[in-house]
């Protein structure tokens, strides 16, 4: 019957929705701190007017749907396989075709079916649920209106209306269902839509039902009812290589298998992280509506189907980032392997070059400035500090050091206390840490106000933070609640936390971080600096190393690894390995990701030399988990020959030195001696330091 389709999860009271959450938490990890926020709270100038009224804060900022509850809601929102654009009376999906170019893969919307009603509604649509996965989407009332709950990786788009006749319309021409040219009536469960763009898309109904279809819809012949309904595309045929195979028909393979697991319908996702010192495991339970005795479809991305032992169906889709293969399965469940990789690089410096070092790092220490004022480039200019002092420390020079620390803690004081010009404080309105001045003007601070790049800005002062309290633990003892609510902001993994949103940036889907914030995209998210990602967990893992908090160190250390591996599936390319066509692949390395394109292009330029620096930089230990030798000796010769050719200053050129180094120290050591300005986020200390401990 179809009230087995309906679950708890969906069409939703409050009470339902508390039940719901009580007896399925996504995750048995505890918070690192349920302490009150920062001294300063306010309130943002951006409302969450989408979120339904039994939803609370703390909301999500940065997820892979944003755009749903960004201005109008109606920009686009791209997840594995589909596009959405929400308009006044329901969802448009669309499956755009991919377009390569040497500097850029592209599935850009393409409006495809529209899912709607026979009745429109005058207040827009809302958030009824979401996870750490998934959302889902109302439209209309819990008495009549229907839900979409969008879970990326299902091969299917579903609805599910009450007291409602779906109806289904499209601004391409329908040339034929179920075989019929011939406008009329159409009936049953299965309806098989072929369109003049040559897509074909396949609508599924629980029950029968009757249409009447022309050019461009399909309309209910009925009134009312409760409905399942489910919309599919079929995917295009690819060769072994997984590239589509030209003017070829559609995989009508993949006809069958849709068929086979359509009434299994999938509603979201439950997380569960268990950490222990070594590695952690993560797991997604797919929750589903229906005979929940039978796995669901899933399509795994890339990076999944290295950590995945469930054998994959022949059903693939492409994506902008690859091939997504079908899996059927209750649970996903993966392992990533915890570094021990800590303060200092896993060899010692070079014997040779300990001299030349020190002398780097008396000057550097002699010269020690701090000139910005916003919380990037302060953080940078901190983090830069901070690495002269683990330096010194690993050189013997104590003193040095301590020096170091002095000028850290002073400089990071009138932001821990909110005497600064800047200064951070707790957002009550979405519930996060965001600087003043960018709160009430978006165009500063990166965006920061509007939650954009946290992970990049609040890394670069929890990695100094770690290294004064290596140094001076009791500082750490007084500021602990500071630094934590910054490291809470990022990276909290608890539900439970009343302050701040589960996983700020990480996507467990996606595999990677989103930036972007509570900015409306065309485009969707965007991550561009990943190696800033990969810090930020970095510091993370430090602090909680340094201040002896097990729950801050494994989590840092698995967004840590968990970074790196989608960084390196997703932004690297070498010939043996890429998710990408080799017209795009022999750049190497992207420059951005964003939801529906790749590019080598970057907020501020294009090119080799920008788009790899901007994912190189900072360097520190762990950067050598990130960039490797195989990968360095394909992706070096591309940046260099950039380099020779174009006109950029030290800070960049000292940047691809150092990537050099990987493959050719006592070169880039030579190189990297005639460079004077090495940006406000690096040094020659540490430059130096990164050629002299390569193997």
């Not at 019957?1 to 339902?16: A, D, N």
């Not at 170091?404 to 519930?431: H, R």
């Not at 022999?586 to 080799?608: L, Q």
Request: net charge negative.
């Amino acid at each position: 019957s179809r009230g087995m389709y309906l679950s708890t999860k969906m069409l939703l009271s409050p009470v339902l929705v508390l039940l719901y959450a009580l007896l399925c938490p996504v995750s048995s990890t505890q918070p690192f701190s349920e302490a009150q926020p920062m001294k300063m709270v306010v309130d943002h100038p951006i409302k969450p007017d989408f979120f339904a009224s039994h939803i609370k804060a703390p909301y999500p900022t940065n997820r892979w749907w944003q755009n749903f509850v960004i201005d109008k809601g109606t920009f686009t929102v791209s997840f594995c396989p589909y596009s959405v654009q929400l308009t006044n009376y329901g969802a448009s999906v669309g499956s755009p075709i991919k377009r390569v170019s040497d500097f850029e893969v592209s599935r850009y919307f393409d409006a495809g079916i529209e899912l709607s009603s026979d009745v429109h509604f005058s207040k827009p649509h809302q958030i009824v649920d979401y996870d750490s996965i998934s959302v889902s989407v109302q439209f209309g009332s819990e008495s009549q209106g229907f839900v979409l709950p969008f879970v990326p990786g299902s091969p299917y788009v579903t609805a599910l209306y009450t007291n409602l006749a779906p109806k289904l319309a499209t601004i391409e021409q329908i040339q034929s269902v179920n075989g019929n040219y011939e406008h009329g009536i159409v009936e049953g469960t299965k309806f098989v839509l072929k369109l003049s763009n040559k897509q074909t898309w396949i609508l599924y109904l629980d029950e029968p039902a009757k249409f009447t279809w022309n050019m461009f819809a399909l309309l209910p012949e009925f009134t009312g009812g409760n409905w399942v309904v489910r919309l599919a595309v079929l995917p295009s045929q690819l060769d072994q290589n997984n590239e589509v195979i030209e003017d070829a028909e559609l995989d009508s393979s993949a006809e069958s298998l849709l068929d086979e697991h359509v009434k299994i319908v999938p509603t979201g996702a439950e997380l569960a992280v268990h950490s222990e010192d070594t590695e952690s495991t993560v797991s997604l339970h797919w929750t589903t509506l229906g005979n929940t005795t039978t796995a669901p479809l899933i399509l795994a991305q890339p990076h999944h189907q290295g950590l995945l032992s469930h054998t994959p169906i022949p059903l693939k889709y492409e994506t902008v980032t690859g091939v997504a293969t079908g899996i059927v399965a209750h649970t996903w469940t993966w392992t990533e392997i915890h570094t021990d990789m800590s303060w200092t690089a896993p060899r010692p410096v070079k014997e040779s070059r300990k001299a030349d070092l020190i002398e780097a790092l008396v000057q550097d220490a002699y010269n020690v400035t701090f000139q910005a004022d916003d919380p990037y480039f302060l953080g940078k200019e901190l983090s830069r500090v901070a690495r002269q002092a683990i330096i010194a420390e690993e050189l013997g020079q104590v003193e040095i050091a301590l020096k170091l620390v002095d000028a850290i803690k002073a400089e990071m004081e009138p932001w821990i206390n909110a005497t600064n010009y800047d200064y951070l404080c707790y957002d009550q309105t979405w519930g996060g840490v965001v600087p003043i001045v960018g709160l009430y003007d978006a165009g500063a601070d990166f965006g920061g106000g509007n939650y954009n790049d946290h992970h990049f800005h609040y890394g670069y002062f929890i990695y100094p933070a770690a290294v004064v309290a290596k140094l001076d633990p009791e500082w750490a003892k007084k500021n602990n609640e500071w630094v934590l609510a910054l490291a809470r902001d990022i990276a909290n993994p608890s539900v439970s936390d009343p302050y701040y949103t589960q996983y700020r940036f990480f996507d467990w889907y996606s595999g990677h971080s989103w930036a972007a914030g509570l900015f409306e995209f065309y485009d969707g998210r965007n991550q561009e600096s990943t190696s800033e990602a990969i810090n930020a967990w970095y510091g993370l893992y430090l602090y909680g190393l340094v201040t002896d908090n097990a729950n801050v160190k494994r989590t840092g250390q698995l967004l840590l690894a968990s970074e790196i591996r989608g960084a390196q599936t997703y932004w690297h390319s070498t010939d043996a390995k890429s998710v990408y066509p080799k017209e795009f692949a022999k750049n190497k390395m992207c420059g951005m990701i964003w939801s529906d394109k790749v590019g080598i292009s970057t907020w501020f330029g294009s090119g080799a030399v920008f788009a790899h620096g901007i994912n190189m930089m900072p360097f520190t230990p762990v950067t050598e988990l990130y960039l490797d030798q195989p990968f360095v000796s394909e992706e070096y010769p591309v940046v260099e020959q950039e380099l020779k050719h174009g006109d950029y200053n030290d800070e960049w050129t000292a940047l691809v030195m150092m990537d050099k180094a990987i493959l050719d120290a006592d070169s880039a050591w030579t190189e990297l001696q005639y460079l004077d300005d090495f940006g406000g986020g690096n040094s020659r200390t540490n430059a130096l330091y990164w050629a002299a401990t390569r193997p």
